[in-house]
């Protein structure tokens, strides 16, 4: 079983909640829009990262990490990008992979919007933790948490960080 922490869009800022939750996780998966190394550093010392670069993300961020990342998480294909869209809209450059790719998690950032919705048609769980930073036009600070045990789901939680 694995412990996953989901969040995007901390454009550079990180507080000690964000790192509370990052402690008490197997993995934290970063949907983009990092902002600096600070961010990574501190998340990166106490769980492993695994992240993709948004579109605010420097080159050097850019050198580390993709703008997609594809891997298997306890038996589920997890496809993480930073602009994705969601089920009825998805990205065009992105409808296709998903088709071809068939991933059992997708997860995005950008919108600063948190959806949690099961792509029936796509038969995808899309995720986008909305943002945990506090630069934006979101009022809430968000992230998601869930458990991951032999291909299944447990556990998913919306976790409010209160008010930008």
């Not at 993709?52 to 589920?76: H, S, T």
Request: proline share 2%.
């Amino acid at each position: 079983m694995k412990k996953i922490l989901v969040l995007s869009d901390t454009h550079g800022y990180i507080d000690d909640r964000i790192l509370h939750y990052a402690k008490n996780s197997d993995e934290v998966w970063h949907a983009g829009d990092i902002g600096n190394f600070s961010v990574i550093n501190q998340l990166s010392s106490i769980s492993k990262i695994k992240a993709v670069y948004g579109n605010i993300d420097d080159q050097n961020i850019r050198g580390i990490y993709p703008e997609k990342n594809i891997f298997i998480c306890e038996g589920l294909k997890v496809y993480i990008t930073h602009i994705g869209g969601y089920p009825g809209s998805y990205n065009k450059k992105i409808k296709n992979e998903l088709i071809d790719l068939n991933p059992d998690i997708f997860i995005c950032g950008h919108s600063h919007i948190l959806k949690i919705i099961n792509d029936k048609k796509n038969n995808i769980l899309h995720l986008n933790p909305g943002a945990a930073g506090n630069i934006g036009f979101h009022s809430l600070r968000t992230m998601i948490r869930f458990e991951i045990s032999k291909t299944k789901i447990n556990n998913l939680e919306v976790i409010q960080l209160g008010k930008r």
